[in-house]
T-cell receptor
Framework: AQSVTQLDSHVSVSEGTPVLLRCNYSSSYSPSLFWYVQHPNKGLQLLLKYTSAATLVKGINGFEAEFKKSETSFHLTKPSAHMSDAAEYFCVVSTPAAGNKLTFGGGTRVLVKP | GAVVSQHPSRVICKSGTSVKIECRSLDFQATTMFWYRQFPKQSLMLMATSNEGSKATYEQGVEKDKFLINHASLTLSTLTVTSAHPEDSSFYIC?????FGQGTRLTVV
């Protein structure tokens, strides 16, 4: 079985300050992990993914995430938040044992204050 | 990555009618596509796995006669919401692997 827990349902940051979105996963096998962003009434855009290569993954729009097996975590960070980063973010896990189905975390809504 | 196109982006229908949503893989031949449903301010829930040339695999609790899935080619899967009711109003999204369509906002009145 696989599951994902996003530890914060809401995160509020000031523009120009760092963003940290926390994600912990559970998986019986080596997982693939993803972060997606969703703006209102839009589909999901892939920010980055981890698939057993480098543990520090760089994505689009200045985001990066670090895979820590010992902590079963895959936290998403960005050094400096922009107003356009205000959106919903989803951490997702996938394993071949689960038919490569994507299992979603509950989501974290990011608010960026000017 | 795969480019996924979903149509329509928004649809309003009357209660009791059926609505078809299309999901196309524009640059990748997909033997498997996935359909999700998203309620307001909630995460995505997998509804079913669409398999090219065979029956879809539905998740527990999803009515297969209500949500008909057809995957007749390697680039097209369709989801038909039959005899729609207001409680079927939701955001429906398809995916090919890790890449998602734009989503369809269905409102049943």
């Amino acid at each position: 079985a696989q599951s994902v827990t996003q530890l914060d349902s809401h995160v509020s940051v000031s523009e120009g300050t760092p963003v940290l979105l926390r994600c912990n996963y559970s998986s019986s096998y080596s997982p693939s992990l993803f972060w997606y962003v969703q703006h209102p009434n839009k589909g999901l855009q892939l920010l980055l993914k981890y698939t057993s290569a480098a543990t520090l993954v760089k994505g689009i729009n200045g985001f990066e995430a670090e895979f820590k097996k010992s902590e079963t975590s895959f936290h998403l960070t960005k050094p400096s938040a922009h107003m356009s980063d205000a959106a919903e973010y989803f951490c997702v896990v996938s394993t071949p044992a689960a038919g490569n189905k994507l299992t979603f975390g509950g989501g974290t809504r990011v608010l960026v204050k000017p | 990555g795969a480019v996924v196109s979903q149509h329509p982006s928004r649809v309003i229908c009357k209660s009791g009618t059926s609505v078809k949503i299309e999901c196309r893989s524009l640059d990748f031949q997909a033997t498997t596509m996935f359909w999700y449903r998203q309620f307001p301010k909630q995460s995505l829930m997998l509804m079913a796995t669409s398999n090219e040339g065979s029956k879809a695999t539905y998740e527990q609790g999803v009515e297969k006669d209500k949500f008909l899935i057809n995957h007749a080619s390697l680039t097209l899967s369709t989801l038909t919401v039959t005899s729609a009711h207001p409680e079927d109003s939701s955001f429906y999204i398809c995916s090919v692997g890790a890449f998602f369509g734009q989503g369809t906002r269905l409102t049943v009145v």
